[in-house]
């Protein structure tokens, strides 16, 4: 995996990373933090965010990007 770049990283700590998505939150809680969600290229650059002030649909939204086939509604009630 490459090296994030961008200018999201004056305002953004990187909270989770998979090969092409990264899931960021905000340095600065005012009056909380928010998140976004952004593919990574080849070259390590951040594209196509999505801001989130709901850290579970950050997450579920970093889950579908990373992993087209999980969903939130496939659980297993075995």
Known sequence: MNELKGNFKATYDVVKRAERCVLL???AANPSH???VGDVDSNGLVF???LKT?????VRE?????????SPWNTSRA
Do not use: N
């Open 25 to 27: 939150r905000s340095k």
């Open 34 to 36: 928010t998140y976004a």
């Open 48 to 50: 196509g965010l999505v």
């Open 54 to 58: 709901d850290p579970d649909a950050a």
């Open 62 to 70: 970093f889950c579908t990007r990373s992993f087209p086939s999980w």
